[in-house]
Structures are given as structure tokens and as C-alpha cells.
């Protein structure tokens, strides 16, 4: 036998340079959209909220987040997590969500994929039937309810932040796209609502149409963001941002689900999943519109033909708004384990993206 291959079978064991930076991950997806969960390496965040922390990791640590998120350890696409304290005693803990551009104020397919991680690594007592998560996020404290049947878990589903409507059917003009309509709402981050029946565009939502979504959707998400000045939390500045824009066929789809969904967010990232804060959007627009009543269930397809839940829990007064409490229902796996490594001697150590 080869004694080179003879090496390779007995010295297998790897131990990082002291120099280098270590981070422990568990990589999930929900729907096909990616989750890395961040859960041993990183810097502690200080701070006394979910807020704080962002704010402190985006200040001291946005090099980890690119190491993490962009090529050679991620892509274009990537998305990511770090746990945090709650902010305050009666939560379980919280939450900073990462991608391409920056740190996100709310992401469903993430609170899915860690309530699943919770109820699989038995960070709560588990128990048989509903297993109840408080987790604080940037936009505010989500309730997520993961069911466990003989031992198995067979559905997690989460109350999202009041979410409401800003403005239906407003207009801008877009040189190169010409005139679009959309709605502006707020699911824990403020969306671009563009129905494909009210508008003329040469390209469908489709894998085939790929590149057209994230162009048009990058132009309309700037073109919004310059124009529409009433992109305002009512309590947080923090919060008072286009994070992206979702195009929106709701015809009944041939799968026999309610409708599609592919939004565009970030710095064009395209959503594998139907986009939970982008469903708990909808809610509230087809609430408004009284096209769901409370307690009626949507089915939402995404880009990869994913499937969302979504629904109205309950009304509420939210500032200045009529709001409502969204539930999002979903599901999500575990793909992979891994230790990152860090060499402050790679000239590509902070990453990089091609697209």
C-alpha cells in the first residue's frame, strides 16, 4: 500500500495553529433557505439588549460576519445567526440574525430553524406536544411553538412582532422597469410588496428568471428607499429600513397552494424559503385588504417551491397603526457541523463574494 495513503489514514486528527480563530457552527435550512448557526468562537457582544449587541458586533466583529457569510466558507446567499442573552429574564434568549449586506431586524426561516435546534440539542426541557421559545430579536420578542410527537418534532410555528401596512398601492417610476405598484408593510422589517397582476414585467417567478428578479428587485428596493419617506418604526429608528423587496403571484398556484412568494433582500439575496417576516408582512396586507380573517390559513410557495403557513393570531393598536399578531408555520433540518477556522495570515481571511 501506498505509505503516503497510509498517512492519510492514521493521521487524520487536525489541530489548528494557536494564531487562529476557531468558530463552532451548525448549518440548518428551512425551506432551503441556509442558517449558520454561530455557537462557540465568537467574541462576546456587550451590551444589555438584542439591540446593544447588534450595534457592538457591527461596530468591533463585521469581519467574522463576512469570514462567515462570504466565500470560501459561505456565498452569496449565506444567512446566519448568533445567540444572545434575552433582554430581560423572562426570555430564553436572543438573537442577531447575518447575511451579505449587514444584520437583519427579524428572520422567520431562522426563528424556525432554531427552535427546531433547540428542541434537538435539548437546550429546554422537552417535553411532548407544544414547546414554547420566548427569543428576543432586533424587531422585538418572538413566540415560537415547536410540537414534539414520540420524541419527533412534526411542525414549529411562531407569533411574529404587531405587523402592519404602511400604504397599498403606491406608485413610483423606475428607469428601465417604468411604472410599479407596490405596498408598503412591516412583518419585524418593512417590505416592497410587488404583485405581479398589477404589474408589466417581462420575467416570472421562476428559477429561470433569476437574475431578472434580483436586478429588478435591487431597483425597486433603491428606487423605494429614496423616494418613500414614511419607512418609519413607530418606537425604534433602528428598525426604519427597506430590507427588500418580495414579488408576490397570487394566483392559485398549480402545487394547489395560495400563492408565491420570492423576495429579494439584503444586497440581492434571493430567499430559497417563502420569507417568514415577509409572510407576516402579507398577513397584514391581506388582513387590511379582508382578504383573511383571523384565524384563516394561507398556503405560500417560495422560489423552490417551499411551503409557508401563514396566518392572523389576533388585532392590536401598534402606534399609529391597526397591527396584527402573524403566525408562520415551517419546517427545518440540519445539514452540517463544522469548526471554522481563521488564519489571520489568509489574505482572503474577511472573505469575498462573486456573483
Not at 419527533?152 to 410555528?157: A, E, H, L, P, Y
Request: proline share 4%.
Amino acid at each position: 500500500m501506498n505509505s503516503t495513503y497510509q498517512n492519510i489514514l492514521s493521521k487524520t486528527d487536525f489541530k489548528p495553529h494557536k494564531d487562529w480563530i476557531q468558530i463552532k457552527t451548525i448549518d440548518m435550512h428551512t425551506g432551503g433557505e441556509p442558517l449558520r448557526v454561530i455557537l462557540d468562537g465568537f467574541p462576546e457582544l456587550k451590551g444589555n439588549s438584542v439591540l446593544d449587541y447588534r450595534k457592538y458586533c457591527k461596530k468591533n466583529y463585521d469581519s467574522l460576519r463576512t469570514s462567515l457569510m462570504f466565500e470560501p466558507r459561505g456565498h452569496a446567499d449565506m444567512y446566519g445567526c448568533i445567540l444572545t442573552p434575552p433582554n430581560d429574564d423572562d426570555g430564553d434568549f436572543g438573537i442577531l440574525f447575518l447575511h451579505n449586506e449587514g444584520y437583519s431586524t427579524m428572520c422567520g426561516h431562522a426563528i424556525i430553524a432554531i427552535s427546531t435546534l433547540a428542541v434537538k440539542l435539548n437546550w429546554i426541557d422537552v417535553q411532548e406536544g407544544e414547546n414554547i421559545l420566548k427569543i428576543d430579536a432586533p424587531c422585538g420578542r418572538i413566540i415560537s411553538f415547536t410540537n414534539v410527537k414520540n420524541r419527533k418534532i412534526t411542525g414549529v410555528r411562531f407569533h411574529c412582532v404587531p405587523s402592519f401596512v404602511v400604504g397599498l398601492d403606491r406608485k413610483i417610476e423606475i428607469g428601465g422597469i417604468g411604472t410599479v405598484t407596490y405596498d408598503l408593510a412591516y412583518g419585524g422589517a418593512f417590505y416592497a410588496y410587488i404583485d405581479m397582476a398589477k404589474n408589466n414585467f417581462d420575467f416570472d417567478l421562476n428559477t429561470d428568471s433569476y437574475r431578472k428578479l434580483i436586478t429588478n428587485g435591487m431597483k425597486i428596493k433603491h428606487a423605494v428607499m429614496k423616494k418613500d419617506k414614511e419607512i418609519l418604526h413607530p418606537f425604534e429608528d433602528d428598525l426604519s429600513y427597506l430590507y427588500g423587496t418580495i414579488f408576490i403571484d397570487n394566483n392559485k398556484q398549480s402545487s394547489g397552494n395560495d400563492s408565491r412568494n420570492v423576495c429579494i433582500f439584503a444586497e440581492g439575496e434571493v430567499d430559497r424559503c417563502p420569507t417568514g417576516s415577509g409572510v407576516s408582512g402579507r398577513m397584514a396586507i391581506h388582513h387590511t385588504r379582508k382578504e383573511i380573517s383571523i384565524g384563516e390559513t394561507m398556503t405560500i410557495e417560495s422560489i423552490t417551491d417551499s411551503v409557508f403557513k401563514g396566518s392572523v393570531v389576533s388585532e392590536e393598536d401598534y402606534g399609529l397603526f391597526k397591527a396584527v399578531i402573524p403566525q408562520v408555520e415551517g419546517t427545518a433540518y440540519i445539514t452540517g457541523m463544522q469548526t471554522f477556522v481563521i488564519d489571520p495570515n489568509d489574505p482572503m481571511k474577511d472573505g469575498f463574494i462573486l456573483r
